[in-house]
């Protein structure tokens, strides 16, 4: 059977990977976006993250999906453009695909070489769908390629990615959204919820440690892309609710003092001085749905598991 698949590149990263990092480092509160842990071998050991067991969200959000996939079909309709950015290894999407039909699949993401081997097995599994794997950071733009038929579109937007923005940032993203599935679009989002902390606290910090290998993997990106001159031992991964803002945040936390050197810059590090690497804003469904609709997106329907770890939300532009 044959397979309909095309790439577009929109070259994300080769400029930004080095203008974050330095940037990010010579702020007074040291921060990196969290898009940059995205290499082949972090989204690798992103895959191993939601195999670890207390890693809820992606094992609720599966089962979710797997028994939610015939109701949404119902209330989305079949044959939409299907819309995934950061879509990762996919595996969620497919869990939906056969119920929701979609006439084409665009699959984004920043790893182009990931996204590409991806692409690639899902063309051959779904003979039957056009996929435009497109490479871009979704911060900046969705573009949606030439060849896509027209018609009513759908973002799928799982995993709680949302938590990582800002809320500012978050509203933006929504409004992209918004623009992009246009007149009678819809939003298919996952969210992770407020919850006791002890729970989120032991999800962002498995006893196996693939959570502070992916945060330390920012730095051996460094080292290896950037010839970064740093001491790999010297920094440790960090995460933990603050409770105030409602999100978990993540950290590599410099052991010693220290300086770490790239190209010619130097950034200094106290001991227990962080490079802030990642929030994961959590929402309660009532503060999402107000939320979301502060971008003009109306409420369809969504759904909560019987625990209140996870929610699903279907949304309509207005
Ligand atoms: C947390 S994973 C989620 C994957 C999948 N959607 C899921 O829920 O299982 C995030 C994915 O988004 C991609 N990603 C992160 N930031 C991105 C950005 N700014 N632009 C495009 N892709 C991004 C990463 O490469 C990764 O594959």
């Known amino acids: 059977m044959s397979t309909q698949l095309s790439f577009h590149d929109h070259k994300p990263e080769t400029l930004s990977f080095y203008d974050a990092v330095v940037t990010g480092l010579s702020n007074k509160t040291k921060a990196i976006p969290p898009k940059l842990f995205y290499d082949e071998k972090g989204s690798k050991l992103f895959d191993l993250i939601c195999e670890q067991p207390e890693y809820y969200p992606p094992t609720v959000e599966r089962q979710m999906l797997t028994t939610l996939a015939d109701d949404i079909a119902a209330l989305t309709g079949q044959s939409r453009v299907l819309i995934e950015p950061g879509v990762g290894n996919a595996s969620k999407v497919r869990l939906i695909m056969d119920a929701l039909r979609p006439s084409a699949f665009v699959p984004m993401d920043i790893s182009f070489d990931y996204l590409k081997a991806v692409s690639t097995t899902l ?3 779904y003979p039957w769908l056009p996929v435009h794997a497109t490479c871009v950071d979704f911060t900046h733009s969705l573009p949606i390629p030439h060849e896509v038929p027209p018609g009513k579109r759908l973002v799928f937007f ?15 993203f929504l409004n992209l959204i918004h623009d992009t599935v246009g007149e009678d679009g819809m939003l298919l989002i996952g969210v992770d919820t407020k919850k006791p902390e002890p729970v989120l606290h032991a999800a962002y910090n498995d006893a196996a440690g693939i959570t502070a290998q992916f945060n330390l993997n920012l730095l051996h990106r460094m080292r290896d892309e950037l010839d970064a001159q740093v001491d790999l031992n010297a920094f ?5 609710y603050n409770a105030q803002a409602g999100r978990i945040e993540m950290h590599l936390v410099s052991q010693q003092r220290q300086e770490l050197r790239i190209n010619g810059h130097r950034f200094p590090f106290d001991k227990g001085e962080s490079v802030h690497t990642e929030n994961s804003y959590k929402y309660a469904p009532e503060e999402f749905l107000a939320f979301s609709a502060q971008s003009h997106f109306d409420h369809v329907a ?3 598991d019987p625990q209140g770890l996870f929610a699903i939300y279907l ?4």
């Open 123 to 125: 063309a051959k599994d």
């Open 158 to 172: 799982p995993g709680s990615s949302i938590g990582n923005f800002c809320k500012a940032d978050a509203l933006n």
């Open 236 to 240: 440790e991964h960090n995460a933990f």
């Open 302 to 304: 969504h759904w909560v």
């Open 315 to 318: 949304l309509k532009a207005s």
